[in-house]
């Protein structure tokens, strides 16, 4: 295992200090417990929004905090999920009265201490609206697996509910686009290989050198099944299948097109694959209004994607157009 | 023979020493079916676990429980964390203020946790999760006070017996609940990394009475 | 080798095609021969900054085309120079009239095309000045080299020369700050990993799982020296030290720490050197008034960074805050 | 014998051949000690050659050359590109309108493109370039010539082995000129990547006139 790192045990305290030095003018660090909140927070008469899990998807979540998007980012151990004695914390720096957002990803550990950190911020006074993000269809959300996990389209989630409680939505309605997110985005993705979780020292997964795992999430975890090496077009198009037919995109329709890289392929390898998934969606009858490529929710340096379609609508679309200014994400501001 | 809260400190000692020694089997166990984290996460959870009994010795066996549920809650993180933290809770509030416990009232506390684990975690036996060591465990500690087992080093031999069965036997199981469920049929022909960590729990339980 | 293209042949091209269909709102792009304009080139009065060099090291340049920055990108095949066929029609498409600037990485091949370009245009009547960028310091200047390299400082010159031309300096002034950006940066670069180029099939160098290698350049050549590998404070440290020393920055002097990924390190781990730097920066005296943490000068899929300090002035720091709308670099706008 | 236009198609179509069939080894060369394109380029840059050839077949050894030169400079790209454009188009320069080259001119038109790479590219002999392996070829064609070599196949002939020697005399050189010079002592015990493809057009001239 070759890293820039000093300690496995440090990995995460380090790089969130790097990134607050980094990005001063637009986040505050707590470094004990770990949480990452807007400058300004709390904003006065805004509701809050908070998202974490565990690292090692950066720049999710910390990268998303400021104007805009998330007030709030708790980080925990590589692929680990915070505690509540994280959450509460960082739920009580940024409510201002107006109530906080949690956005959660569907994966068991998150659930369950956001559940908690949920319940003690009630306690304290706090009103907390939780958001599940639930958008791979590699997995079948049924009653033999924990549901659906929350991948790449929580960064929609973050950005689209964000500009909501930027413009001054209450508590409810805040939470319920989110959720109206959550809803109209699938995404599927690939790995053509695994990452190392600086603690374990070996690869996540063992992969010849002609096989890729179609259907991974973003923790490492092999995928649903593993097939032969194909060209960037034939996994492109297998990707996307079952996420518009899931998502029952139809002609005329406006999406937009998010194509994630999960942190070792190189960009121009991402546009490569956008431009036959756009293909894809334009002779499906799809209209690609808005689109996104680049790293933004990694498995460390897996090499890979993953491909997301967002169902838009007017207010989704203005909303995912507002001004947003974090650290990764950043336009008209 | 009784459980009093040396036999808890040093039950909690034994945990922490088995997370560290099987740290990398965990990791091992994880990263076949699911993010290679529980060695690392059990491991830091029961260090902290160590310091904390340091800093303010418990008087109480429900005490030292209740502060290792505090302190697995808010340093494990992962599903493990909330788990575990829930299941000695639970047993620690079973327990009360008694200090000295016996084989009846420890095979209560047990099945209070277990209960615990499953009322946060909605899993059922076979599941292929933490509960697959438990619930054997807690009912070979049940059927033996039932049999009228009168030392309860015999209620921790059989419970830790049936967990290390359970796990072992969570081995060719379709994991339906947390991560390892991804993956659908590939989970099976491994461990689950929870119950295998249930077992070193409950072996190092008969370690701290022998 | 695994990597999401469909043939090696096609790489650029694809990408390219997707870059432009992805950022269609930003620029235009020109199939055959290969170059990116921004959308609304030739901007009227405006002095064009155009820039090139191989392919592999996106986002750079393509990326950086739009307002304040680039107005053309002309990508060669990967790791190689473009060709005058490309840079002279991109040359003349960003022209208004009051010149062109070249900005050119300090490679033989580069210059040597370039060169020719800049002779074509100027017969074509289009005054052309070239900015030749060699900020690393790995790589000795003197009669026995082919002179410093272009690298990371790359992106500092365009984004400063850029925001020069935007607000309407002419073409000797702008051409002049991007010589003084250039004068004034200083680039030393780390591989952990080597990158496997497509039309090659194997990686660029071998290094063993415990050797790393110092003062790489973006091209996945081997470095100047091969040593074994060390944490992340003993490699920032080594990186930062030849750097600071040939900047000769002062106590008190404001820099611009620029931390560049080459493409497969994660985010992560470029904060944990990010965070080291700074500490270095601060206890020489220096002030770490501007940052930029990310992949932006990257060699594919390699793993390592460089560090790149820029001194800056008034005019420089607010050159660098100037607006500027790419698709990978963007703020104020 | 005298070269004509059709010995310079048949070199150009061999030149072509020549890179297909050593791209992998050029591209190996230079991954050694520069950037792994050099086979690419020059494989991408001959076939666009002979496509240009037949789109417009010229009618002397000069419009052929001058034909290859400026498809070379637009499809090659790098260093090797200008490079070589430039050797051909003063070669093509050198031979104006001749339809039929002797030795002499052979010789001189080889100078000529040496000159141009050396204009160009400012390597003195003995810097690791390509310019290694020229400048012996020119320096045989010509003593060739002077020892009143009046077969032109022999002043190929003797200008291809004198381009594999001096490619051959790389090989222990430290790179002071393109790309390798940024390895310094690293460099050494590796065959340069251009003058191992110059010795190829070289060799191939002499196949055209077989
Ligand atoms: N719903 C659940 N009920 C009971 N146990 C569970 C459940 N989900 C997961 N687990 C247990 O947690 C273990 C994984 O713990 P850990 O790796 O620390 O967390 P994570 O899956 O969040 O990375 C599994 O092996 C399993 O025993
Ligand atoms: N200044 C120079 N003079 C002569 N030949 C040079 C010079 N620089 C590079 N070369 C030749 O070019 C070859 C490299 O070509 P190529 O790999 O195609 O270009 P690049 O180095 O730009 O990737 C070298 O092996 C060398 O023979
Ligand atoms: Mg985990
Ligand atoms: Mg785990
Ligand atoms: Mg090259
Ligand atoms: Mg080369």
């Known amino acids: 295992m070759k890293k820039l790192i000093n300690d496995p045990r440090s990995v995460v305290g380090e790089s969130v200090a790097g990134f607050g030095l980094a990005h001063a003018d637009l986040v505050s660090v707590n470094a004990d417990p770990a949480f990452i909140t807007r400058k300004d927070a709390p904003v006065a008469g805004k509701v809050g929004l908070l998202s974490g899990g565990g690292s090692g998807h950066e720049p999710l ?17 590589v692929f680990t999920s915070p505690t509540p004695d994280q959450i509460l914390p960082a739920t009580m720096a940024v409510d201002s009265g107006a109530g906080v957002v949690h956005i959660v ?36 959300d049924s009653l033999y697996t924990a549901g659906r996990r929350g991948v790449a389209g929580t960064l929609l989630v973050e950005k689209i509910a964000g500009a909501a409680a930027e413009r001054g939505d209450d508590l409810d309605t805040v939470a319920g686009i989110g959720e109206r ?32 795992e179609i259907g991974i999430g973003i923790h490492g975890e092999p995928g649903r099944h593993r097939i032969a090496m194909e060209n960037a077009d034939g996994i492109t198009d297998r990707l996307l299948e079952p996420v518009l037919s899931d998502l029952k995109i139809e002609a005329g329709e406006q999406v937009l097109l998010f194509v994630n890289g999960m942190g070792g392929t190189p960009l121009s390898e991402l ?63 | 023979m009784l459980l009093d809260t040396n036999w808890t400190l040093k039950w909690l000692t034994l ?61 494990v993180g992962g599903a493990a964390g909330p ?39 909605k899993a059922e036996t076979g ?30 031999v059989a419970a830790a017996e049936a967990a290390e069965a359970g796990a072992a036997a969570t081995d060719p199981l379709v994991a339906r609940k947390g991560r390892a469920s991804y993956l659908g049929e590939r989970s099976a022909g491994h461990r689950d990394p929870g119950a295998a960590s249930s077992a070193l729990i409950f072996r190092a339980a008969v370690g701290a009475a022998a």
């Open chain 1, 271 to 333: 546009y490569i694959v956008y431009r036959r998934a756009a293909q894809v969606l334009v002779d499906h009858g799809a209209v690609v209004a808005r689109s996104l490529v680049g790293n933004y929710v990694t498995a460390l340096e897996m090499q890979g994607c993953s491909i997301s379609v967002l169902r838009l609508n007017d207010e989704l679309t203005a909303l995912w157009d507002a001004p947003v200014h974090t650290a990764a994400l950043r336009w008209g501001a």
């Open chain 1, 181 to 212: 997110v959550n809803l109209n985005v699938r995404t599927m993705g690939v790995a053509l290989s695994a990452c190392t979780v600086p603690h374990a020292g070996t690869p996540s997964f063992d992969l010849a050198g002609d096989e890729i």
């Open chain 2, 83 to 121: 788990l575990y933290g829930t299941a000695f809770l639970r047993a620690a509030t079973a327990l009360g203020d008694a200090t000295e416990i016996d084989s009846a009232a420890w095979a209560a506390a047990l099945a209070a946790g277990r209960d615990g684990i499953v009322a946060r975690g």
């Open chain 2, 127 to 156: 599941d292929k999760t933490m509960v697959d060591a438990w619930t054997p465990a807690v009912d070979a500690a049940r059927a033996a006070v039932d049999a009228g087992a009168p030392d309860v080093l015999t209620i921790l």
């Open chain 1, 61 to 77: 979540h910390a990268g998303f905090v400021g104007r805009g998007m998330l007030d709030a980012a708790v980080p925990g151990a």
């Open chain 2, 15 to 75: 945990c922490a020493q088995a997370m560290a020694g099987h740290r990398m089997e965990l990791i091992e166990l994880d990263r076949a079916i699911g993010d290679s984290d529980h060695g690392e996460n059990m491991d830091r959870g029961f260090q902290a676990v160590l310091e904390k009994l340091a800093e303010a010795p418990p008087e109480t066996p429900g005490a030292a429980l209740k502060l290792a549920a505090m302190t697995l809650m808010s340093k």
């Open chain 1, 105 to 140: 990803k569907n994966y068991t550990g998150d659930v369950l201490n956001f559940e908690t950190a949920g319940e003690l911020a009630e306690a304290e006074g706090i009103r907390v609206r939780t958001v599940l993000v639930n958008d791979d269809v590699a997995v079948e």
